[in-house]
């Protein structure tokens, strides 16, 4: 995806000027598991093969996320049954209420009148919400003193109750659990026994495996979609999160950079309606917001298609486009997933988990973190400090000859740009300091400095090498981009005479760079100069 930086600190391009460029893989290429971060074991796998992480995200605060678990109708309807049952309600050998309580809890939690007949699918509804209150041990079974079951309030209701944070959402993530595990049941196939006990009892087991093998299925499919829905609303911008359900199911089946066939089509079409009733449970319990497919588009003539994926959605208005179904992660959904992903040791970050040491903390976590939006990272370290002070470290902070010296200065003119007017004074304070004048210089141009001194040949060979080597960190050995970047490099009319002077500079990347310029420049006689000088800038060292 765009937005995302794939960063590794044991990739080859990441490991220094003996690194060699390769090609990097996309999402389609990679199994799910590698996709968020679930790598092997296995000290023969390929550096290529290593997985792209889980996009780093911005959670509410717990006390917010907790106020919008309690929100929950079902969590809300959970929490005062289990209170109603004080102080024991009797129960049957499951658990569940008696026949007596059963109409009483339907009224209770307002779904039936006070007075008069309660419907079917009301007592179905209260005991649906006895049982999750069950599941979660809002409600306990003992036996008094004549040996009769009865259910009451546990010790875990109260700090549920009075909001505490930690106590509300380890009940919704349980909750989301079980909501979960129930969304993937699927019905097992209505068959035919076969005549004879023997028979009988050989189909029930085949169609135990099918119904097993399903239900595994719908599992994956779910799981699949609700990681795909975290990263596209991580790189949503503010407003946007919300994906029409074909964009979710081609997402999942179309390989990245494809369009997609008449077969892919058929196949989106069978992951939405899979999703469809999934998604609705999970919305249930407040993970989504979803607007599910439009009951009346299956009543279509036989032989046409009710529903045609992301592909056919493109030429619909955006009233007719959410007929098919949109879908949204809430911000409880995120940190739901996100807890779900951790729980299958997969690495997860948060927005601002780099900002809270000193500016080298900071720009070196960036350097060598495997997944990280450098902008949000940088904004949180600055969002508390004084801009003058933070630019002076920053700037301090990126000096160095080791191996993310030359990213950390890239990071340090990001952040002055983040900073803008108030980090003049730190830049020119830096104008005649050979590792970080060329870079403020240019900075300062950019801004629209008209007193900035011209530097030295020396100085400014040096930055070129610098901003190239900072680049081909950054590009993790994305080649498309590489050739992009080194296309753009100052060459003169005479590369001879360029890379003669570019050689010599004494830079632990300079070699690194010409290697890449002579793999990956377009231009023949440049890349045979660019080759030409490297030998040379290895053999000097």
Same mark, same amino acid.
């Given at each position: 995806?765009?937005?995302?930086?794939?960063?590794?600190?044991?990739?080859?391009?990441?490991?220094?000027?003996?690194?060699?460029?390769?090609e990097?893989?996309?999402?389609?290429?990679?199994?799910?598991a590698?996709?968020?971060?679930?790598?092997?074991?296995?000290?023969?796998?390929?550096?290529?093969?290593?997985?792209?992480l889980?996009?780093?995200?911005?959670l509410?605060?717990?006390?917010?996320?907790?106020?919008?678990a309690?929100?929950?109708?079902?969590?809300a309807?959970?929490?005062?049954?289990?209170?109603?049952?004080?102080?024991?309600?009797?129960?049957?050998?499951?658990?569940?209420?008696?026949?007596?309580d059963?109409?009483?809890?339907?009224?209770f939690?307002?779904?039936?009148?006070?007075?008069?007949?309660?419907?079917?699918?009301?007592?179905?509804?209260?005991?649906r919400?006895w049982?999750?209150a069950?599941?979660?041990?809002?409600?306990?079974?003992?036996?008094?003193?004549?040996?009769?079951?009865?259910?009451?309030?546990?010790q875990?209701?109260?700090?549920?109750?009075?909001?505490?944070?930690?106590?509300?959402?380890?009940?919704?993530?349980?909750?989301?659990?079980?909501?979960?595990?129930?969304?993937?049941?699927?019905?097992?196939?209505d068959?035919?026994?076969d005549?004879?006990?023997?028979?009988?009892d050989?189909?029930?087991?085949?169609l135990?495996?099918q119904?097993?093998?399903?239900?595994?299925?719908a599992?994956?499919?779910?799981?699949?979609a609700l990681?795909?829905?975290?990263?596209?609303?991580?790189?949503?911008?503010?407003?946007?999160?919300?994906?029409p359900?074909?964009?979710?199911?081609?997402?999942?089946?179309?390989?990245?950079?494809?369009?997609?066939?008449?077969?892919?089509?058929?196949?989106?079409?069978d992951?939405?309606?899979?999703?469809?009733?999934?998604?609705?449970?999970?919305?249930?319990?407040?993970?989504l917001?979803?607007?599910?497919?439009?009951p009346?588009l299956?009543?279509?003539?036989?032989?046409?298609?009710?529903?045609?994926?992301?592909?056919?959605?493109?030429?619909l208005?955006?009233?007719?486009?959410?007929?098919?179904?949109?879908?949204?992660?809430?911000?409880?959904?995120?940190?739901g997933?996100?807890?779900? @992903? #951790? +729980?299958?040791?997969?690495? =997860?970050p *948060?927005?601002? !988990? $780099?900002?809270? %040491?000193?500016?080298?903390?900071?720009?070196?976590?960036?350097?060598?973190?495997?997944?990280?939006?450098?902008?949000?990272?940088?904004?949180?370290?600055l969002?508390?400090?004084?801009?003058?002070?933070?630019?002076?470290?920053?700037?301090?902070?990126?000096?160095?000859?080791?191996?993310?010296?030359?990213l950390?200065?890239?990071?340090?003119?990001?952040?002055?740009?983040?900073?803008?007017?108030?980090?003049?004074?730190?830049?020119?304070?830096?104008?005649?300091?050979?590792e970080?004048?060329?870079?403020?210089?240019?900075?300062l141009?950019?801004?629209?400095?008209?007193?900035?001194?011209?530097?030295?040949?020396?100085?400014?060979l040096?930055?070129?090498?610098?901003?190239?080597?900072?680049? @081909? #960190? +950054?590009?993790?050995?994305? =080649?498309? *981009?590489?050739? !992009? $970047?080194?296309? %753009?490099?100052?060459?003169?009319?005479?590369?001879?005479s360029?890379?003669?002077?570019?050689?010599?500079?004494?830079?632990?990347?300079?070699?690194?760079?010409?290697?890449?310029?002579g793999?990956?420049?377009?231009?023949?006689?440049?890349?045979?100069?660019?080759?030409?000088?490297?030998?040379?800038?290895?053999?000097?060292?």
């Amino acid at each position: 995806m765009a937005a995302r930086r794939r960063k590794n600190p044991d990739h080859s391009s990441a490991t220094g000027p003996d690194a060699q460029p390769g090609e990097s893989l996309l999402p389609a290429d990679f199994e799910l598991a590698d996709l968020y971060g679930a790598h092997g074991s296995d000290e023969e796998e390929d550096l290529d093969d290593l997985a792209v992480l889980v996009p780093p995200v911005r959670l509410l605060p717990e006390a917010e996320l907790a106020a919008a678990a309690l929100a929950v109708p079902l969590i809300a309807h959970a929490v005062k049954l289990a209170r109603w049952s004080a102080p024991t309600r009797p129960v049957d050998e499951l658990g569940d209420l008696l026949d007596a309580d059963r109409e009483a809890a339907a009224r209770f939690l307002g779904l039936a009148p006070a007075e008069g007949e309660v419907s079917e699918e009301a007592v179905l509804e209260a005991m649906r919400v006895w049982s999750l209150a069950s599941d979660l041990e809002l409600v306990l079974v003992a036996h008094d003193e004549a040996g009769r079951r009865s259910a009451g309030p546990s010790q875990e209701l109260a700090p549920v109750e009075q909001g505490d944070p930690e106590s509300v959402l380890e009940l919704w993530l349980a909750a989301a659990d079980v909501i979960a595990e129930l969304a993937v049941e699927i019905e097992p196939l209505d068959a035919e026994p076969d005549a004879g006990e023997e028979a009988d009892d050989e189909r029930a087991e085949e169609l135990l495996a099918q119904y097993e093998e399903v239900q595994e299925q719908a599992a994956e499919l779910l799981d699949e979609a609700l990681q795909v829905l975290y990263e596209a609303t991580a790189f949503a911008e503010p407003g946007q999160e919300t994906v029409p359900l074909g964009v979710l199911a081609a997402l999942l089946v179309v390989p990245e950079g494809e369009e997609p066939d008449e077969e892919m089509l058929g196949d989106i079409t069978d992951v939405m309606v899979a999703l469809d009733p999934m998604l609705a449970d999970l919305a249930e319990i407040g993970l989504l917001e979803y607007q599910p497919i439009d009951p009346e588009l299956f009543d279509e003539e036989e032989g046409e298609e009710p529903v045609q994926g992301a592909a056919a959605e493109r030429t619909l208005d955006e009233a007719e486009a959410a007929r098919f179904g949109l879908v949204k992660l809430t911000p409880l959904g995120q940190y739901g997933v996100r807890q779900w @992903l #951790l +729980d299958e040791g997969y690495e =997860a970050p *948060l927005i601002g !988990e $780099l900002a809270t %040491g000193d500016a080298a903390a900071l720009l070196q976590g960036i350097a060598e973190a495997g997944n990280v939006l450098p902008e949000q990272e940088i904004r949180v370290w600055l969002a508390d400090r004084e801009p003058l002070t933070a630019a002076r470290e920053l700037l301090t902070a990126a000096r160095g000859d080791d191996r993310t010296a030359p990213l950390r200065r890239m990071l340090a003119q990001l952040a002055l740009g983040e900073l803008g007017e108030a980090a003049e004074p730190a830049a020119r304070e830096v104008l005649a300091d050979p590792e970080l004048g060329g870079g403020v210089r240019a900075w300062l141009v950019s801004r629209g400095a008209q007193d900035v001194p011209v530097p030295e040949r020396s100085m400014v060979l040096w930055t070129t090498v610098d901003t190239f080597a900072a680049q @081909l #960190l +950054d590009s993790e050995g994305d =080649a498309e *981009l590489l050739r !992009e $970047l080194i296309s %753009g490099m100052p060459v003169t009319d005479n590369p001879a005479s360029f890379f003669g002077e570019l050689w010599r500079v004494d830079h632990p990347y300079t070699a690194r760079v010409l290697e890449a310029v002579g793999e990956l420049h377009l231009d023949r006689q440049v890349a045979k100069e660019a080759r030409k000088a490297a030998f040379k800038a290895r053999s000097r060292q």
